[in-house]
Nanobody, 117 residues
Framework: QVQLVESGGGLVQPGGSLRLSCAAS????????MNWYRQAPGKERELVAG????????NYADSVKGRFTISRDNAKNTVYLQMNSLKPEDTAVYYC??????????WGQGTQVTVSS
């Protein structure tokens, strides 16, 4: 049974930091590209950051470059999103995604991040 379980969300003040984690199970984690998406109220879901399965190449949305860092630990079947210098506009539900082409595409349940003073 495939599971992606996000954790680490919460309420933080502007300028603060959070680290999201996504623990995967039920599939061969190392074979999959991993992504973080977010969806704010009334907006479409958007790609925040991604990390490839092989050489761990990363990519980021322009809005988070220089502030967010995605990483993965294949030994722990976990992907992380370190978020620094958070802004109110980063407020959203953050979703973990595993993308494996023909092997499948999986989503977590999401974790709420709220940036507010």
């Amino acid at each position: 049974q495939v599971q992606l379980v996000e954790s680490g969300g919460g309420l933080v003040q502007p300028g603060g930091s959070l680290r999201l984690s996504c623990a995967a199970s039920g599939f061969t984690f190392s074979f999959y590209d991993m992504n973080w998406y977010r969806q704010a109220p009334g907006k479409e879901r958007e790609l925040v950051a991604g990390i490839s399965n092989g050489n761990a190449r990363t990519n980021y949305a322009d809005s988070v470059k220089g502030r967010f860092t995605i990483s993965r630990d294949n030994a722990k079947n976990t992907v992380y999103l370190q978020m620094n210098s958070l802004k109110p506009e980063d407020t959203a539900v953050y979703y973990c995604n595993a993308r494996g082409g023909l092997m499948g595409d999986f989503w977590g349940q999401g974790t709420q991040v709220t940036v507010s003073s």
